[in-house]
């Protein structure tokens, strides 16, 4: 599977999903998937099943304010060096995003720290609960409306 | 002894069908020797046998990633150290990394170099840390338990005398910054680490006599907590426990970056999967990292030692808009970090891949069926170091 083959089969399976390509000259660039909500799980399977992509790397959310928050994950294929970062839009006020967990077993802990940091509901994860912080805590720190110096006693 | 349970490693959730007995939930921390940190795994027991594993993380949190989007590209590097505390210069380095390929800032080669002696010298004193702890968390085993502790220690230490001769400290350096590194070699450094490099070379192999003719150890390593090579993969488990389950996977030859390409080193791989493959891969790569050491130092170009001039404030260096996920690879596997930048002094977003958060993951799946004292060997192979866990 070269990255020729895995934006063309892309394009076959998911022609909506925008490929970008990295730079000719960084070649060990992932491409970067695009995808709409309801095509989140299903383009994990394919990328695990089809592209080789069995290494899940780690996923993670940013949150870009009144446009909403981005999720990602990026798996790869190591024996073809075939590397995919995938990506999907959550609406503005949107939290609830399909889970992973029942395609990558890594996604598991990943997505509970998303949870914990972005408040993002993964539906279907078996387990989603907080990972990092307490299970008391309130709020989601790495959103942007969250403050650093946000008090939270007893802790500092 | 009945058949052992079926655990849900998916739900961490235990459905048991055994036939008499009791069943203890234990708590193994946050405050146990063998975690080589706070970690708390509550373990649910059938006699000896684990069953369940619900692991308890996050003692160390202090949310680096809130944390960089709040520092300057000049001042995070140093901070970075802080999230693997025993391989500081690695998560510097590729955090450094990410904003230069963003930047597309050029490093000057003989830069490049010494990032790559002091990422190799990191590596071999972070494998001796693990080796030492290790080998006293199972302690009996090996007539007394604290012998390679202090052995290993006392070779740790001539690595961090060299560094704290380039650097000025011994355990968070702040070596790396964008654009190359801070210091250059002091007189008289090239020749000291060489003998250093000689020293540890010979004494490695006086630990592996002294371990693999030892019954004992043999007995608690082979055969214990195999990791597939499908479930290293599905779960992200990277460095040496990957290359220990089968998969010739080394960034550094996968996709090399800091003139890696230039030096001559195999990659390790072993295929049971079990604590004793893990050792060897760990023991090969010491020497492989001597020797990248060995040949940088032979082959050190002249010139600066950065591509950028002396930094006048903070907020100096300015990235364009752009993200990207750089990584290297640490002692413990693929440590990433995935930079967004809006063209200010600080970055907008930016995500610690810890190879140690995903190595540690793996525990769930693999300790149920294993017993208490199994869990301790099997905890101290897989090397977490929890300021990475819980960044």
């Not at chain 1, 078996?126 to 946000?150: C, F, M, N, Q």
């Not at chain 2, 027991?45 to 369940?52: A, I, N």
């Not at chain 2, 790569?285 to 950028?308: H, Y």
Request: proline fraction near 6%.
């Amino acid at each position: 599977m070269t990255a020729d083959q895995a934006v063309t089969l892309i394009g076959e399976r998911f022609p909506e999903a925008q490929v970008e390509r990295g730079a000719p000259d960084r070649p060990g660039d992932p491409l970067v998937v695009s995808l709409r909500l309801d095509q989140w799980v299903p383009f994990a399977q394919v990328a695990k099943d089809a592209l080789g992509c069995r290494f899940f790397a780690f996923s993670t959310a940013v949150d870009w304010k009144e446009q909403g928050l981005d999720v990602i994950a990026r798996v790869d294929n190591l024996d073809d060096r075939v590397s995919v970062l995938m990506k999907t839009r959550l609406a503005a006020g949107a939290s609830s995003c399909p889970s992973l967990a029942p395609v990558y077993r890594g996604a598991d802990w990943m997505e509970r720290e998303c949870y914990d940091m972005f408040g993002i509901r993964f539906e279907g994860h078996p387990d989603l609960r907080r990972i990092l912080l307490s299970d008391d805590w309130e709020g989601h720190p790495l959103l942007k409306s969250y403050a650093v110096d946000t008090p939270h006693p007893p802790y500092r | 002894m009945s058949a052992v349970p079926r655990h849900d490693s998916a739900t961490s959730r235990v459905e048991v069908d055994y036939a008499g007995g009791e069943r203890l939930t234990m708590n193994m921390g946050p405050q146990h020797p063998s975690a080589h940190g706070v970690f708390r795994a509550v373990l649910t027991l059938e006699g000896e046998t684990v069953v369940g594993v619900d692991a308890v993380i996050g003692y160390l949190h202090r949310c680096h990633e809130k944390l960089a989007e709040t520092l300057t590209y000049a001042q995070y590097p140093s901070i970075a150290s802080k999230t693997d505390y025993v391989a500081a210069m690695t998560s510097e380095f590729a955090y450094v990394r990410a904003a230069e390929t963003i930047g597309a800032i050029e490093v000057p080669k003989r830069a490049q170099y010494l990032r790559v002696i002091a990422a190799e010298l990191q590596r071999v004193a972070s494998h001796l840390l693990w080796l030492g702890t290790w080998c006293m968390d199972m302690g009996g085993a090996l007539g007394g338990g604290a012998t390679i502790f202090l052995y290993c220690i006392r070779e740790r230490e001539q690595i961090l005398d060299l560094f704290e001769s380039l650097v000025g400290a011994r355990l968070l350096y702040g070596f790396y910054q964008v654009g190359g590194v801070r210091y250059d070699l002091p007189p008289g450094w090239v020749a000291r680490c060489r003998e250093t490099v000689d020293l540890i070379d010979q004494r490695i192999g006086e630990y592996e006599r002294m371990l693999e003719d030892n019954p004992f150890f043999l007995a608690r390593a082979r055969g214990v907590g195999v990791i597939s090579r499908e479930l290293a993969e599905d779960v992200g488990v990277s460095g040496p426990l990957l290359r220990g389950s089968g998969v010739a996977f080394d960034l550094r030859r996968a996709a090399p970056y800091s003139s890696y390409e230039d030096f001559e080193f195999t990659v390790p791989v072993e295929t049971e999967g079990d604590c004793f493959a893990r050792y060897r891969v760990r023991m090969v790569e010491f020497r492989q990292s001597l020797a990248i050491v060995r040949q940088a130092l032979d082959r050190l170009p002249e010139g600066p030692i950065s591509s950028r001039p002396g930094l006048k404030s903070v907020a100096q260096i300015r990235i364009p808009k752009g993200e990207t996920y750089a990584r290297v690879e640490g002692a413990r596997g693929e440590v990433g970090c995935y930079l967004i930048a809006d063209g200010g002094p600080k970055p907008y977003r930016m995500k610690w891949r810890g190879a140690s958060f995903s190595n540690l993951a793996v525990l769930p799946h693999i300790l149920p069926g294993h017993k208490v004292a199994d869990v301790v060997a099997i905890m101290g192979s897989v090397d977490p170091v929890f300021g990475e866990v819980d960044r």
